[in-house]
């Protein structure tokens, strides 16, 4: 069985910081998707950034970038200039050709003034 | 409508109510899901539907009764429910169950309360 690691329960950062979440994962297979999705306070859960494994180009969505390294099986979201609009719960995701997805236990960000 | 709607947005049930959540997906998806999002807790995937039939049922009890009548509808009828119950319940739906369409789309959750 996959299983999705999210070491960080809670993480804070200044407005127009950069932060990096990190999220791990656990797998036997070669080929599989990886997401994060973020969940505003009181808000939908939205799709921020997705990766398939066979692509060696990290995914990049303006602000948001993700550290892909398939070797060590990790996953971390890096979001440059923090804005207050961040301040989120994130979850990591990972998903394979024949199952639904898999999501880590969240991160709790905080955007300060 | 687009996307996936949840209906209602807030219930407030007593332990002896019998109530039901509705789900709707406007996507043409063919898997839904139903997770359940308490306070300070994980996502907890409750029950996985894929072309209206079951395929998931994460020992869920059974005061939760799922029911699929269609590929765009999904609900979950609750009874008997307990105060450690309420939380917000989420639903959403891909594309197919796995594969590059696996991607989830959410709705914006029920937040049950049980007294």
């Not at chain 2, 407030?12 to 039901?20: D, F, H, L």
């Not at chain 2, 995937?45 to 209206?52: A, D, E, G, T």
Request: proline share 5%; with cysteine.
């Amino acid at each position: 069985a996959q299983t999705v690691t999210q070491s960080q329960p809670e993480m804070s950062v200044q407005e127009a910081e950069t932060v990096t979440l990190s999220c791990t994962y656990d797998t036997s297979e070669n080929n599989y998707y990886l997401f994060w999705y973020k969940q505003p306070p009181s808000r939908q859960m939205i799709l921020v950034i997705r990766q398939e494994a066979y692509k060696q180009q990290n995914a990049t969505e303006n602000r948001f970038s993700v550290n892909f390294q398939k070797a060590a099986k990790s996953f971390s979201l890096k979001i440059s200039d923090s804005q207050l609009g961040d301040t989120a719960m994130y979850f990591c995701a990972f998903g394979t050709s024949g199952s639904r997805l898999t999501f880590g236990e969240g991160t709790q960000l905080t955007v300060n003034p | 409508e687009t996307g996936v709607t949840q209906t209602p947005r807030h219930l407030v049930m007593g332990m002896t109510n019998k109530k039901s959540l509705k789900c709707e997906q406007h996507l043409g998806h063919n898997a839904m899901y139903w997770y359940k999002q308490s306070a300070k807790k994980p996502l907890e995937l409750m029950f996985v539907y894929n072309f209206k039939e079951q395929t998931e049922n994460n020992s869920v009890p059974s005061r939760f009764s799922p029911e699929c009548p269609n590929s765009s509808h999904l609900f979950l009828h609750l009874h008997t429910l307990q105060p450690e119950d309420s939380a917000l319940y989420l639903c959403a739906s891909s594309q197919d169950l796995g594969g590059v369409n696996n991607e989830q789309f959410f709705g914006p959750g029920t937040r049950l309360t049980v007294l």
